[in-house]
């Protein structure tokens, strides 16, 4: 009878319970969802602590009744919960390229299928937990009573557990190239108050929008970031703060009407992400994001390799060269205007024979290609006019030889990198998008530095909208029918989608190392971008300054807020399967000693590990090179001189190494004497340490390279 | 020293000038422009008597500094004249296919040049007078001051000097599917603003708009027709009435974010037409519009033929039968949806049998093509579901046997007419638009009928908006590297384009033949059409409707507001070098001998002439067949009994034809008794006269051969 009694009321408990909890595999984390009277709610905890607090989930919604929209109950209440289930995953994948050549995927995923009553439509919210965090997306299968709707906005919440320090840049819908802010939370809206009065047309959606991901910390240490994965045929995500109660909810990108997603069932969202951890170095090693993509979609993958480069381009971007082939004309006309009957402006740089020096110079030194920009009609007028048929991607200037350099090229044994910028002008670059990768594929290219600089056109869409993020992995997909590598700068942050889609090797999305010609980053810029911008996949960030600006274009005052030093050191610290050597190739002949590292360095590897790390100040990464012995260690510094105190564990035991620090001279500053550097060499093992000085806006970059012939190691010091 | 004050007062007198004239060739029509206080205005007159009463000219603009619109000076005062010229053109040319085999172009023009002198921009407007009207248009030419600008507002006039009667439709950026009304233009506000308020979805942009081509009609019996020709890469005009002083003004289409057309000069704009006679059908006969048009731009033109067809449709469009393969899903995705495992509807028509039995009814009576409708993939939910990859133009439906069918149509010396409906998601067509044209060179289909149904996406731009008029050329230019000829349905009206680009054979853009199957067009539609939407361009009328709807779909109460009689003489009436026979292949078995006239009836023309012509009332067109002696004649009705009468005196002298005249029983009537026709033949010569009864919504056909055997004329009487 007792046994009974209990059975029934077992029974009744789980008719009523609408709570569910899952742990991740360690049992570190646990979510707790809780349908809360019809409204879905989640909470995420570490070891007990709060890290996400009871946060609501759902939709305000429209449907489509022909054509038009029509009024429907928002999906945030009224539901209960009709199933859930419970499952584990545990699998061990290999990326095409990467920051390790295995990546486990484990976690433990929670299913609950939600129910409207009044409206019988039924969505599902998919919780994956992991060892370093959780991950959660919502489902809408295919149902009678929801199949076409227009989402008004995602009211999926992050509610925080206090007045977090963050480093942030406001939510905008056109661009993330922006300096980060470091405050509280409860900073953020005084900051952008003050930058709304100073900027009469660049109204923020919100005074207290921001963009992800998101990295935050708390006062007791803890380190939280908040991103999205898998974004796909939907908006990018900012998240608006509730700055009475710290709490964030998702503000999704619109298009020119106010609408934020068009929806189909069956249809997913994207993935939102909490990573959390007490050490910072755990949130750069999550690879959640990734984890949480679909597996690779394209069969052979042979073709894609990362791809280490120089190019005709930062001479442009110090002023010193330009883009535009002539400065007779300020306003052309493509198929009209004649360049052959116009005067060539001396200043033009991609022209047959300095890419051919540049062609020598990467045969000399090992790189594998030579992008060049304003190799193609359409520069005189290409940006602020809000031109359409702005560029056809095909038609070179007059002094750009195509097949000579083709030819050129291949008898070098280097690639040229194709340059489409678009101006954001999107219809004008899908018409030509067929007819400029074949010219690719005809003139032996396989990479493409795609560019969106300037306002979309269709002009009322932005480039964060679901129109946007729909076009960036079209081109993607063609691109791979063509054997395409796509490095796509201006487009949307990315979010783990080079999983799914290889060729996509590399993004922009923040301010990269051109806006040090622009007034300079902030000289801890580089400590920030792996928190935020990395953690959705790797960014060309083209370091490899070594020259001051000043001196390649004596008209140009700004200045790079970094040592060469720590330039070496981006290399590794900024992961990317796409790494340029940015400077003018007579700067590097300046300094070949230290050139040398960026010639040595690695671009795809076998193992990452994080020596040092916190956000906005330091970060030290130690790689070990993809099918091969040899290790890289790199370091970037904020303003202020530190000591970075590291361990050689990572070694293999019982293995001598040589290594070469290139490092900050005690006198090295960003800003006064950049240019302060020493290359010392050491012995080391695996027992091995380091203490090494770091100057402001400096760091230090170490090739590790296994003992072949004792005599190596002669004259030189252990560690 | 008289001689001296002369000329100086001469001189002073044209340097103080700001008028100039100009007149038609035959000194009937004079252009009056005139720079008042350096606002540019123009009028027109016809023998000293006003058409357009002083009216201005100019536009509203932004221009653009680094993508931003920056204010400026509108283009409408502050000019003076810098210079003017005359000259005068007279050519023939030959049209590829048309209403005759050659077109006189004869003008005299006028091109003044203003500089506004605030701002040193330039300005020119080009005048040329016509016989029978008035074309002029903007031009900017490369100038310093002004390159890239955003047009406001074209602040063109046409001021009417009286308040006139008028056939008209209101201003609407997506459609001119709707009837005309037929009202003073002081009416107009009233009845826009009944429909305003029945309607609260569908606000009209002004209540006094109304769209182009617009006829209309003096107290004193002038007749006036509005339009413009050759719209290029610039938004729609509408006209919007002052209707206190009877002034109209342009309106044109905007883009989501209000601005109306981005112009990079040098650049014209289309030209605006005013085209008036004392005669009505010197309106239909005028060919100022495509003679403002540029040439012929395709140079090989021997694969562009009009095309007599019958289709897969009207038993869609009356409910009888199904675009959509399936009932069993009511939404589907593209690639992922198998067809082949659901249920085909026993009503879906675009099967491989029915398909053949289309092809062979076309081989046995002489078409030369089969549309079909719903032989692809996505007629599930392709409407009012804002659905952007709605088809892929390219995968058939199981059902649908594209090579067998491309076979057995070549077999039979017939092609299918190949269907794209884009549901107005204008990027999903151009994705696809090279696969899916050269899927048609694959297939042996050399045209394709367009379709835009729906609110165009990118959501927010409309149909008339500068962004879809920029897609529409686009699909032609692209369709005739194909060798592909284009019948554009929904898109802009047309504007004369098709001399520029011939394979341009058709547009719907007003109330076709469907609208009989979704409640009836007014009885007079076809009286009024030709003097409105048939002024800028042939349109697919797709008349031949035999048997009442409701025989066809007992389901259908609407019924064809049209006798059978008025059926065959559209064939004439309606100019189209693309002719559809609409009904169903049963439906024209049960009469096959008024069928024998659509079999007849030529569809290219050597000469047209209008016999008589009232619009709303009546038209009767005679037209003699391209490279041969047959003629015919077409009259359409209104709603009223009439009698026609007409001479044969077109009809070469001393030569003897046969007449064979279908039309209308003396009991004939629209709705209670369509079918009642009766053929009677006669002997006719250029000396015949005709007086022919018309039946309310009636009308009559005649074909008109040469006698070979004079025993053809046996029995027959003479008229």
Redesign the interface.
């Known amino acids: 009878m007792k046994k009974l009694l209990l059975s029934f009321a077992l029974l009744l408990v789980s008719l009523v319970s609408n709570a569910e909890d899952i742990k991740s595999p360690k049992g570190n984390f646990n979510l707790h969802f809780n349908l809360k009277e019809g409204v879905p709610t989640y909470s995420l905890d570490l070891n007990n602590k709060a890290i996400v607090k009871e946060s609501k989930l759902g939709f305000d919604i429209k449907t489509?009744?022909?054509?038009?929209l029509v009024e429907a109950p928002s999906l945030t209440s009224g539901f209960t919960l009709v199933d859930s289930k419970t499952s584990t995953f545990d699998e061990v994948w290999t990326p095409v390229w990467g920051e390790e050549k295995e990546i486990r995927n484990h976690y433990n995923e929670l299913v609950v299928t939600l129910k409207q009553e009044t409206t019988e439509r039924v969505m599902i919210i998919r919780f994956r937990v992991f060892d370093d965090g959780l991950g959660f997306r919502y489902e809408f299968p295919?149902q009678k009573e929801l199949?076409?709707f227009?989402i008004q906005e995602e009211r999926t919440q992050f509610a925080m557990d206090g007045d977090h320090t963050t480093w942030w840049i406001p939510g905008d819908y056109d661009t993330q190239e922006m300096d980060f802010n470091k405050t509280k939370l409860s900073e953020i809206r005084g900051i952008q108050e003050k930058m709304n009065s100073s900027n009469v047309?660049s109204k923020f959606f919100s005074n207290t929008g921001v963009q992800t991901s998101l990295m935050m910390k708390s006062n007791d240490g803890l380190y939280i970031n908040l991103h999205e994965a898998a974004l796909v045929e939907y908006p990018a995500m900012h998240l608006n703060l509730d700055d009475k109660n710290m709490v964030f909810e998702s503000w999704l990108t619109p298009?020119?009407?106010g609408?934020k997603g068009?929806m189909?069932?069956p249809r997913t969202t994207p993935w939102r992400t909490v990573i959390a951890s007490y050490n910072a170095g755990d949130i750069l090693m999550s690879r959640i994001t990734l984890n949480l993509n679909d597996p690779c979609k394209i069969e052979d993958t042979s073709w894609i390799k990362p791809v280490k480069y120089i190019g005709v381009w930062w001479e442009m971007i110090t002023g010193k060269s330009s883009w535009a082939y002539t400065d007779e004309v300020?306003?052309i006309?493509l198929g009209v205007t004649d360049y052959t009957k116009l005067k060539a402006s001396p200043k033009h740089a991609a022209n047959t024979q300095h890419v051919k020096d540049y062609i020598d110079f990467a045969s000399e030194h090992g790189f594998d290609q030579v992008l060049v920009e304003g190799w193609n009609e359409g520069w005189e007028?290409w940006?602020?006019?809000?031109?359409?048929y702005v560029f056809d991607f095909t038609t070179p200037y007059p002094d750009f030889n195509v097949v000579e350099l083709r030819d050129y090229a291949k008898s070098k044994n280097v690639k040229l990198m194709m340059h489409h910028e678009t101006s954001g002008a999107i219809?004008n670059y899908?018409?030509h998008l067929?007819k400029a990768f074949q010219f690719m594929v005809d003139n032996n290219y396989n990479s493409v530095k795609g560019g969106y600089v300037?306002?979309i056109i269709?002009?009322?869409?932005t480039h964060y909208g679901q129109?946007a993020v729909?076009h960036y992995l079209?081109v993607v997909k063609k691109a791979a029918e063509y054997k395409i590598m796509i490095n796509a700068h201006e487009a949307v942050r990315p979010t783990g989608l080079c999983r799914t889609y290889p060729n996509l090797i590399g993004n922009e999305s923040a301010k990269g190392t051109e806006y040090e010609s622009f007034g300079g980053n902030h000289v801890d810029h580089t400590t920030i971008l792996p928190f935020n911008r990395l953690l959705g996949g790797p960014m060309d960030y083209t370091p490899g300054i070594f020259v001051p600006i000043n001196e390649t274009n004596p008209e140009n005052t700004s200045y790079v807020r970094s040592t060469l030093a720590r330039q070496l050191a981006l290399y590794v610290t900024m992961y990317s399967p796409l790494q340029m050597a940015a400077d003018l190739i007579e700067n590097y002949k300046q300094f070949p000693d230290a050139f040398q590292f960026i010639k040595d360095v690695a671009i795809d590897w076998d193992k990452s590990l994080v020596l040092e790390a916190e956000p906005g100040d330091f970060i030290t990464y130690a790689r070990k090179e993809k099918g091969g012995e040899r290790w890289f260690v790199g370091r970037t510094n904020d303003e202020e001189k530190r000591t970075s105190k590291i361990e050689f564990d990572f070694l293999t035991p019982k293995i001598k190494y040589i290594a070469t620090i290139y490092s900050d001279k005690k006198d090295a500053h960003y800003e006064t004497n950049p240019q302060a550097y020493q290359i010392t060499k050491y012995v080391v093992t695996n027992k091995s340490k380091l203490k090494q000085f770091v100057a402001p806006g400096g760091g230090y970059a170490i090739s590790i390279v296994p003992v072949k012939d004792k005599k190596e190691t002669k004259g030189l010091r252990k560690l």
């Open positions: 489509i009744d022909f054509g038009s295919a199949t076409y227009v047309s298009d020119m009407q609408n068009y189909q069932a300020s306003t006309e007028d940006f602020g006019k809000s031109k359409d219809r899908e018409r067929d300037g306002p269709p002009r009322g869409e129109w729909n079209y």
